[in-house]
């Protein structure tokens, strides 16, 4: 059975950091590419960062660029999110999401809210 548990959200001041951790399991992890997406109220899901599986090549939207970093332990089958000078802006449920070329799974995510 496939499971991405997220864990590390939680309320934060602006400029401040939290690291995102998913867990994986139930599937080959190092096969899969690994994403983080979010949801802020009222708005679609959108693509936060991403890391392939071979190479280990990484894409971040622009929103995010020089603040938040991707990174992923495949000893540990975990993917991690390193979020730096957060703004009330990033506030938002944050999701895990494994990916090969015709699966996806999704984690239940995590909330993350910037405020002072």
């Known amino acids: 059975q496939v499971h991405l548990v997220e864990s590390g959200g939680g309320l934060v001041q602006p400029g401040g950091s939290l690291r995102l951790s998913c867990a994986a399991s139930?599937?080959?992890?190092?096969?899969?590419?690994m994403s983080w997406y979010r949801q802020a109220p009222g708005k679609e899901r959108e693509l936060v960062a991403s890391m392939r599986s071979i190479g280990g090549s990484t894409n971040t939207a622009d929103s995010v660029k020089g603040r938040f970093t991707i990174s992923r332990d495949n000893a540990k089958n975990t993917v991690y999110l390193q979020m730096n000078s957060l703004k009330p802006e990033d506030t938002a449920v944050y999701y895990c999401?494994?990916?090969?070329?015709?699966?996806?799974?999704w984690g239940q995510g995590t909330q993350v809210t910037v405020s002072s």
């Open positions: 999401n494994a990916r090969n070329w015709n699966t996806a799974y």
């Open positions: 139930g599937f080959t992890f190092a096969t899969y590419s």
